[in-house]
């Protein structure tokens, strides 16, 4: 039998040996040595002269950074030692902040933080790998929501101001959603599952509202709010990224989730989905009961309870096969009725 086979005929490289196997492995070459044993080839042992060079220069350039993080450590250790209670917690946040800048610039230029970062291995515990997640999210994903959000008019219908610094992942039965994208009535009629991804450490209690800024109105010839889901007390951080649904920490729903529902005649629905940060936690049981679905002023319930909106995600919703059914199973109203636009006279 022939040991040697080649593979060039069906497109893939290189050719294989019995006497000296070669395989690929995720991106990198596991080569057999003279004893037999397969010997890993990573990243930091490609035998190049100038990639050897250049990573000597960027670990030293590591550890002096890494000098200078070990001082700003004991730096602020020292002031919260000395003032103790009156200590000047804004000084102590920016200088902080100059630490998390040193940890990033010390690890910036490393190329198995970018291998990894690469390869979604990463963990958001460290600055670096928060810095990178954040300018990614900034550079595509952050620019098609505002896009949409400023298109479909949410900004300024839902809220006057808006500026997301986390990124809202949405998903329906298992399916991710991009933002502004038209669902079936049949696969909205469960509540979501999403992810709220924060690029600053620490932990946050957080506030999700849904909200329908197209309810018709046939007696004012307009549009209404209705609210259609408010959940509190979410725990979000770098490593509890999941908001609701499987691996998230205990919530509190104040409003179930009511299936968005078109009535037959009527333009698409915007449903917006707006994260809040809140100030501590929220007593959900007190607001129960007295928060009113229609007619929900997004703006008033921010102030009432000193919210700061910094996330948000969209999906629109229109007249389907499976509106009615799904509207009277819930014991909706308007399922057999057709709205119509009447001409001025």
């Known amino acids: 039998m022939n040991c040697v086979r080649s593979l060039t005929a069906h497109g893939l490289r290189p050719t294989i040996s019995c006497s000296g196997p070669t395989v690929l492995s995720r991106g990198l070459r596991l080569k057999a040595g003279d004893d037999g044993a397969a010997r890993v080839r990573t990243i930091e042992s490609m035998p190049f002269q100038t990639y050897q060079l250049a990573l000597k220069v960027i670990r030293a350039d590591r550890l002096e950074k890494m000098e200078a993080v070990a001082y700003q450590r004991k730096k602020i250790a020292d002031i919260v030692e000395r003032e103790g ?23 910036i230029n490393n190329p198995r933080v970018k291998y990894n970062f690469d390869r979604g291995t990463i963990n958001l515990n460290k600055p670096v790998y928060r810095f990178l997640a954040n300018r990614k999210w900034r550079e595509y994903r952050r620019p098609i929501l505002m896009q949409r959000l400023t298109q479909l008019s949410v900004i300024p219908d839902v809220l006057p101001v808006l500026d997301p610094v986390v990124d809202v992942q949405l998903r329906f039965w298992g399916y991710d959603v991009p933002p502004g994208t038209i669902l079936d009535s049949s696969k909205t009629e469960a509540p979501p599952t999403f992810k709220v991804i924060p690029f600053t450490t620490g932990k946050k209690l957080c506030t999700v509202v849904v909200v329908d800024s197209d309810v018709p109105n046939v007696a004012k010839d307009s549009f ?43 333009p698409y629905h915007r449903y917006s989905v707006i994260v809040f940060e809140q100030e ?22 921010q102030a009432k309870q000193k919210l700061k909106a910094i996330g948000a995600f969209l999906f629109r919703s229109e007249w389907d096969e499976n509106t009615a059914q799904i509207m009277q199973k819930h014991g909706l109203e308007g399922w057999d009725r057709m709205l119509v636009r009447v001409k001025d006279e």
């Open 85 to 107: 209670d009156k200590v000047n917690h804004h000084r102590i946040k920016e200088l902080t902040k100059h630490l998390e800048y040193l940890q990033i610039q010390a690890d």
């Open 224 to 266: 209404d709010y209705r609210l259609h889901w408010l959940v509190s007390n979410i725990v979000i951080s770098p490593t509890q990224t999941q908001a609701v649904g499987t691996g998230a920490q205990p919530s509190d729903t104040i409003v179930d989730w009511l299936p968005p529902h078109v009535q037959k005649g009527s």
């Open 280 to 301: 501590g936690k929220i007593d959900a049981e007190a607001l129960k009961g007295k928060i009113i679905r229609d007619g929900f002023n997004t703006r008033n319930f």
